[in-house]
């Protein structure tokens, strides 16, 4: 069941809340409800993934044979050489 809430919030925060909420393609109460939802929850733990996290989550597809370490390293290399 869904109920209506009246909140007083900054304007500012409002019309950066809209531009994110119109980017993201989710509505303000989604956001809202969301938020909460992970502010309130019981089982919160260290290994909760955020909610923008869950969203790009699967987003980049990698091929089946990436080697994570070789790539890192040789981020690393190339940065610091």
Do not use: C, W
């Amino acid at each position: 069941m869904t109920t209506k809430l009246t909140l007083t919030v900054d304007e500012t925060v409002i019309k950066k809340a809209k531009s994110y909420s119109k980017q993201t393609g989710r509505s303000l109460s989604e956001l809202i409800e969301k938020y909460l939802e992970t502010l309130t929850d019981e089982h919160h733990d260290a290994k909760h993934i955020s909610p923008k996290l869950k969203k790009i989550v699967g987003a980049v597809k990698l091929p089946a044979n990436f080697d994570e370490k070789k790539e890192l390293g040789a981020y690393f290399e190339s940065k610091h050489l």
